[in-house]
């Protein structure tokens, strides 16, 4: 019997001698919330490319999310006037949008693409593929944008 009691009084020196020291919790101190940049809406925005009697208007308005909607129009010497509406995004330095026009009669779709610089849009052109009634750029990164098309920041008419 002594010898049980004295092995058990062994196991349990050594099963406390062993027992592993817990650490302190680390207190952690959370970082504050970073501000939200806050992008206030730019207002109506317009420019205009005149040359070889032709005239690109572009007007519209940016949110404080980037998104645009405004109005284009081409009266392109030659050729039928198209104007209609863009609804779309700047991202960086480009704007993209869909451009919902009437031409000879008939509602068309088709992207647009303008390269910002300075006070100035510069169009964008590339391949496209048409789906859905909707004519899209394939690849927007081979955009190559024209300086005959340079529309230039001018004051909104009032309507």
């Known amino acids: 019997m002594k010898k049980v009691f004295a092995l058990t009084i062994i196991v349990l020196v050594i099963f406390t001698s062993c027992k592993k020291e817990t650490a302190q919790p680390v207190e952690i101190t959370p970082k504050p919330p970073k501000k939200a940049e806050i992008v206030e809406p730019s207002g109506d925005q ?3 490319a005149t040359a070889n009697n032709s005239t690109i208007e572009l007007s519209f308005n940016v949110n404080s999310q980037q998104e645009v909607n405004g109005k284009l129009s081409y009266a392109l010497y030659g050729k039928d006037k198209n104007e209609g509406t863009i609804i779309g995004n700047i991202k960086g330095d480009t704007l993209i949008a869909d451009y919902t026009f009437m031409s000879e009669g008939v509602s068309s779709v ?3 693409a303008f390269l910002q610089r300075e006070n100035t849009f510069i169009e964008g052109f590339g391949d496209v593929i048409d789906s859905n009634n909707k004519v899209t750029f ?3 990164a081979k955009l190559k944008y ?5 529309l230039t920041r001018v004051d909104c008419k009032v309507e």
């Open 146 to 150: 024209d300086q005959k098309n340079v």
């Open 138 to 140: 394939k690849d927007k």
């Open 46 to 48: 317009c420019f205009l």
């Open 110 to 112: 088709r992207e647009v």
